[in-house]
């Protein structure tokens, strides 16, 4: 079982940037396929990045390719997401998730854990 925390998120300017962090417990980090998802209010959840369990892929939506990057550091137990250029429509509480999965997912349903959430709030 992996256990997912969040941090980072916060209030930013438009044009600015967040680097959100993913901390995970448990020895078995690097096995995870880990993905990012937001939920802006009165909207559904949606996919943002997903990252391979070594790290040499990644996958983006198209709403963010070019302004966001996913990585993660399996010595460290944590993935991250940078945030570049934001914008208003950015706001949304973001989520870490892990896939038990071997490839690339871009689906909610596909996740077996995630966390709580942390707030970006991008002001206009």
């Known amino acids: 079982q992996v256990q997912l925390v969040e941090s980072g998120g916060g209030l930013v300017q438009a044009g600015g940037s967040l680097r959100l962090s993913c901390a995970a417990s448990?020895?078995?980090?690097?096995?995870?396929?880990m993905g990012w998802f937001r939920q802006a209010p009165g909207k559904e959840r949606e996919f943002v990045a997903g990252i391979s369990w070594s790290g040499d892929m990644t996958y983006n939506a198209d709403s963010v390719k070019g302004r966001f990057t996913i990585s993660r550091d399996n010595a460290k137990n944590t993935a991250y997401l940078q945030m570049n250029s934001l914008k208003p429509e950015d706001t949304a509480v973001y989520y870490c998730?892990?896939?038990?999965?071997?490839?690339?997912?871009?689906?909610?349903?596909?996740?077996?854990?995630w966390g709580q959430g942390t707030q970006v709030t991008v002001s206009s």
């Open positions: 998730a892990a896939s038990s999965g071997r490839n690339l997912a871009i689906k909610l349903y596909e996740y077996d854990y």
């Open positions: 448990g020895r078995t980090f690097g096995t995870y396929v």
